[in-house]
């Protein structure tokens, strides 16, 4: 098993920053990448970014330039760096762990963290 807890989420203006944190516990950590996704009301849960054991890392075209994922591995903690942020944004975002895809499916899931950017 393992636990994911997000957080850093919270209300920005527009153009702003937030740095959200997912912090792992349980099985080896670095049997997963690691991967963030977001679910605005009313839509799909979309993918956003995922972070390999090595470091390998992706994004999405719709964040790309914007948004940065790393990892600690010593602290267990992967990190969404969020910059110049849109309304657009505006979503729960969630890590997830996957052990074979970066994209996914996961095997385990955080309970989410909720990003509201004000325009």
């Known amino acids: 098993q393992v636990q994911l807890v997000e957080s850093g989420g919270g209300l920005v203006q527009a153009g702003g920053s937030l740095r959200l944190s997912c912090v792992a516990s349980?099985?080896?950590?670095?049997?997963?990448?690691v991967n963030w996704f977001r679910q605005a009301p009313g839509k799909e849960r979309e993918f956003v970014a995922a972070i390999r054991w090595s470091g390998g890392t992706f994004s999405a075209g719709s964040v790309k330039g914007r948004f940065t994922i790393s990892r600690d591995n010593a602290k267990n903690t992967v990190y969404l760096q969020m910059n110049s942020l849109k309304p657009e944004d505006t979503a729960v975002y969630y890590c997830g762990a996957a052990s074979g895809s970066p994209w996914g499916p996961n095997d385990y899931w955080g309970q989410g963290t909720q990003v509201t950017v004000s325009s």
């Open positions: 349980g099985r080896t950590f670095s049997d997963y990448a």
